[in-house]
């Protein structure tokens, strides 16, 4: 059984199809984490001085310190839990905690919908740690120069740390995007039929380990290069100061 | 008229360290005040106080009429009527010389984008950067950072200009740029200002009043040619000694 280049062809279609579902779960999964992380990225650091001025009255402590909390704990939950359980968890253990906890009896949620939600709270959490790190990092005279000027909190966030600290965050956002496609292969467990559940699909029934692993593994290193150049486009474009 | 700016039995501290021991002074509108004194005596703060970068601990801060910490809740007034020029420039990076200077307009007093960078145009030409309007800060050299940076604590038309050591970050041969920009603020435009600085060339030249400093308390003030050529404490007087040999 010499190597056959038409094994390759053959399973490229249905290759292909498990790829673009790859993609999908990748794009949904870090738009969203993105979110995820920004909010609790600047959560961790809610009353803190790296967002402009710490809270002076009682109730905006108060306020601070739950946010920063409920950001603390799911960034450590997240980070200490191996992803695969939380795809476990999410797929298989959250319906039956809705189905203990409520009267409704038929309630499940579709694998794929699964997959995008564990990248999202995932990638989340570390996401959010690229955030804070960028944050912390925006020299402190520049938010005095700007909080002189009389500007708001907000319009501090948005317009003077926003932007600097995004530039510091891209090239640990690329590692972060390219973890995430890769992670998306664990899916196979919950069966969504993405890249690599197609590949070992196809393997199955015509035993081409070698053919078909490597048609995989070029496939990924494609996609997680284009996520590489986008991302290196990006910092170049924004390589200002 | 009330000063514009009155600080009663100001104390100031970090953590256990008291760095200003009731302060009481003012300022009255139009007047140029330059705070001398060695590092560590409280000057930076003191200046860092008005417009509420620093919290005051206890006593009272008036300016412009807001009273702290009573009216805490108008900090951003009282930042609108002062404006600030740091020891390191602090120009946003990723703005332009235009939009660091249009930045404030534009976001604290709510001016369209076109009206602000017309003012952010005039002021660059006023401290002799016109040419420069599309310049990053590290296109430029310290000194022109530094216009730059005057320019924008400007364009919110503030009523009193604070400068916190705006020469101690520069090269020697541009100092004089940035001491002159400040001249003609003070004389053209009558701007009343609170200078922290070495120059004490500039500060008998533009200052009305010069205020000494040492361990967080006001050891001496007076018109600064007298205050230089008399100094009552032996603290002044070794001081100046120091200052004049460099």
Redesign the interface.
């Known amino acids: 059984m010499g190597f056959e280049f038409s094994v390759i062809t053959d399973s490229i279609p249905a290759l292909l199809e498990g790829a673009k579902l790859t993609w999908i779960i990748t794009l949904l999964g870090i738009v969203g984490g993105m979110i995820f992380g920004i909010l609790a990225g600047l959560g961790r650091l809610a009353g803190s001085e790296y967002l402009g001025e710490a809270p002076?009255n009682t109730l905006s402590k108060t306020v601070s310190t739950i946010i920063r909390y409920l950001s603390g704990g799911y960034v450590e939950t997240i980070r200490g839990t191996p992803i695969i359980v939380q795809a476990m968890f999410i797929y298989f253990a959250f319906p039956m905690l809705v189905k203990s906890l409520t009267d409704i009896e038929r309630f499940r949620i579709e694998a794929l919908t699964a997959a995008v939600i564990t990248i999202i709270i995932n990638a989340g959490a570390y996401i959010a740690e690229i955030v804070r790190g960028s944050v912390m990092s925006v020299?402190k005279?520049?938010l005095?120069?700007?909080?002189?000027?009389?500007?708001?909190r907000f319009?501090l966030i948005a317009?003077?740390i926003g932007?600097?600290a995004f530039?510091r965050m891209i090239p640990p956002l690329g590692n972060q995007f390219i973890i995430s496609l890769k992670d998306t292969s664990l899916f196979i467990v919950i069966g969504v039929g993405e890249l690599t559940r197609q590949g070992q699909e196809i393997m199955a029934s015509n035993f081409r380990a070698l053919e078909i692993w490597l048609t995989v593994a070029i496939m990924y290193l494609i996609m997680t290069s284009a996520l590489a150049v986008s991302l290196r486009t990006l910092e170049r474009k924004m390589k200002?100061? | 008229m009330p000063p514009i700016i009155e600080m009663r039995d100001v104390c100031k501290s970090f953590g256990q360290t008291q760095v200003l021991h009731n302060i009481n002074f003012s300022i009255d509108e139009g007047e140029v005040v330059v705070i001398i004194g060695p590092s560590g005596s409280g000057k930076s703060t003191l200046i860092r106080c008005i417009?509420c970068?620093e919290?005051i601990s206890s006593g009272t801060l008036i300016v412009d009429n807001i009273r702290i910490p009573e009216h805490?809740r108008k900090i951003?007034?009282i930042?609108?009527e002062?404006?600030?020029v740091?020891q390191?420039f602090?120009?946003?990076?990723?703005l332009t010389a235009l939009g660091n200077v249009a930045?404030?307009p534009q976001?604290?007093r709510g001016m369209d984008k076109s009206k602000a960078n017309e003012i952010a145009s005039d002021l660059l030409a006023k401290v002799g950067l016109a040419d420069f309007h599309n310049k990053?800060?590290?296109q430029l050299s310290g000194g022109q950072q530094q216009r730059v940076?005057i320019a924008?604590?400007l364009a919110?038309n503030p009523k009193v200009m604070l400068f916190d050591e705006p020469t101690s970050a520069l090269d020697p041969e541009m100092i004089g740029e940035v001491l002159d920009v400040m001249k003609s603020i003070a004389q053209q435009s009558g701007m009343t200002m609170a200078v922290v600085t070495h120059e004490m060339g500039f500060a008998s030249q533009v200052g009305d009043r010069l205020i000494f400093m040492d361990e967080g308390r006001i050891v001496e003030e007076g018109k600064p040619g007298e205050v230089m050529k008399n100094p009552k404490s032996t603290r002044l007087t070794e001081f100046l000694g120091h200052v004049k040999h460099h």
């Open positions: 002076h020299n005279g520049l005095e120069a700007g909080l002189s000027l009389g500007i708001s319009q317009h003077i932007p600097i530039r200002i100061f | 417009n970068l919290m805490r951003r007034d930042r609108l002062v404006g600030m740091f390191q602090n120009l946003f990076p990723h930045f404030g976001k604290s990053l800060p590290g940076a924008r604590a919110v």
